[in-house]
T-cell receptor
Framework: AQTVTQSQPEMSVQEAETVTLSCTYD???????LFWYKQPPSRQMILVIR??????QNATENRFSVNFQKAAKSFSLKISDSQLGDAAMYFC??????????FGAGTILRVKS | EPEVTQTPSHQVTQMGQEVILRCVPISNHLYFYWYRQILGQKVEFLVS????????KSEIFDDQFSVERPDGSNFTLKIRSTKLEDSAMYFCASGGTAGEEQFFGPGTRLTVL
């Protein structure tokens, strides 16, 4: 069964600094997708970034980038120039083509001014 | 920008009562999902729906749960006889293709008393 592990229940970062959130996953599939979702206090699930496993290049989206290590089954999220609005719960998620999302337990990110 | 909508935003019900949670997916999407999140916990998959039938369901999705797409636009989740442990945030999601990311609605908070 596929599992997603986020080992950091909570992280803090100073405004304008950089923070990295960790995620590892377990799968026997070779083709899959990985995502980071942000959940602010409103509890809306907002897609931050996605990565296709067949792509070697790490995805980037403005201040958000990932470090995808397929052999290590690792998918970390780096947030540069952190802003107060980045404070939220962040979920790492995995899916195979056409299938359900499997979520990690989440990491609460606190941003200090 | 198209978005997934859900109604109601908050539903309070008595244990044993039936509830129907409603979702309007993005109009040209073909894949539909329900997830739930018990407060403070991770998001869990309930069921996926494609081509007018359930394509996958989790062990949570027992006989008390059902889904329907009654009119080509709405996508509903029915819980026949609610239990206290059904109290959670229920998210609807839709996707245009099997490989595309899932777009989440704002959620319905269900409180069972």
């Amino acid at each position: 069964a596929q599992t997603v592990t986020q080992s950091q229940p909570e992280m803090s970062v100073q405004e304008a600094e950089t923070v990295t959130l960790s995620c590892t996953y377990d799968t026997s599939e070779s083709d899959y997708y990985l995502f980071w979702y942000k959940q602010p206090p409103s509890r809306q699930m907002i897609l931050v970034i996605r990565q296709e496993a067949y792509k070697q290049q790490n995805a980037t989206e403005n201040r958000f980038s990932v470090n995808f290590q397929k052999a290590a089954k690792s998918f970390s999220l780096k947030i540069s120039d952190s802003q107060l609005g980045d404070a939220a719960m962040y979920f790492c998620a995995y899916r195979i083509y056409g299938n359900k999302l499997v979520f990690g337990a989440g990491t609460i990110l606190r941003v200090k001014s | 920008e198209p978005e997934v909508t859900q109604t109601p935003s908050h539903q309070v019900t008595q244990m044993g009562q039936e509830v129907i949670l409603r979702c309007v997916p993005i109009s040209n999407h073909l894949y539909f999902y329900w997830y739930r999140q018990i407060l403070g916990q991770k998001v869990e998959f309930l069921v996926s729906f494609y081509n007018n039938e359930i394509s996958e369901k989790s062990e949570i999705f027992d006989d008390q749960f059902s889904v329907e797409r009654p009119d080509g636009s709405n996508f509903t989740l029915k819980i026949r006889s609610t239990k206290l442990e059904d109290s959670a945030m229920y998210f609807c999601a839709s996707g245009g293709t099997a490989g595309e990311e899932q777009f989440f609605g704002p959620g319905t908070r269900l409180t069972v008393l």
